[in-house]
């Protein structure tokens, strides 16, 4: 394929990809067919069938680009807090609990996943993007002290599905600024716990 037309390609793609978000948070899966999508991406049903193989292969395309992003947005907090590792760790927390607030955030991952890609396909992404993350700042910590030395893969889990439970609450709740509130402070207990004595005593992270 010519540099030319590869480019072009991949930008329909893209395209496709931004207009298929955008619609998908905003209305819901079920809610948007492909005729709209196609519609509005002013593409034709062939370059949409040439990039995805159906309406939930694009959906699935959706979901990991605002897995991406989220986990851009958490490694940019992480490095912020790189010298405190256990401070780290609870500004990366918070950070979640903030993208997990977010309309789109909610809608596509945290409320159409579970649902259309089923539990276990859904929860493989998750880790995709997450477990790694999570991994890295546990051993991170731990190098550093600022956490009590422990199998980290296990612990790695533990936490990750702590964080997305408490997305989904949030997702789901009648209330979900509300919800939040509720939810960060245990969050933030469940951290600090993991800490040596001699740092909850008040010693340095």
Do not use: C
């Amino acid at each position: 394929m010519p540099k030319k037309t590869a480019a072009e390609a991949e930008e329909t793609r893209r395209h496709l990809l931004a207009v298929a978000r955008r619609l998908f948070a905003g209305r819901g899966y079920a809610a948007v067919g492909t005729e709209e999508i196609v519609r509005a991406a002013r593409v034709t049903r062939g370059a949409l069938y040439h990039h995805y193989r159906d309406k939930e292969d694009l959906f699935v395309a959706v979901v990991e680009d605002v897995m991406r992003d989220n986990e851009a947005a958490l490694r940019a907090v992480l490095a912020r807090h790189a010298a405190t590792p256990a401070r780290a760790l609870l500004a990366a927390a918070a950070a979640f609990l903030d993208l997990s607030e977010r309309r789109d955030v909610q809608r596509v991952l945290f409320q159409d996943a579970p649902s259309v890609l089923g539990w276990r396909r859904w929860r493989a992404l998750d880790a995709k993007y997450g477990l790694g993350l999570v991994r890295g700042a546990l051993e991170a910590a731990m190098a550093r002290g600022a956490l009590a030395r422990q199998p980290v893969r296990p612990l790695a889990h533990l936490l990750l599905g702590a964080l997305i439970e408490a997305a989904l609450m949030i997702a789901h709740a009648d209330d979900p600024a509300r919800a939040r509130a509720e939810i960060e402070a245990p969050l933030a207990r469940i951290v600090a716990g993991l800490r040596p004595a001699r740092v909850r005593r008040g010693a340095r992270p």
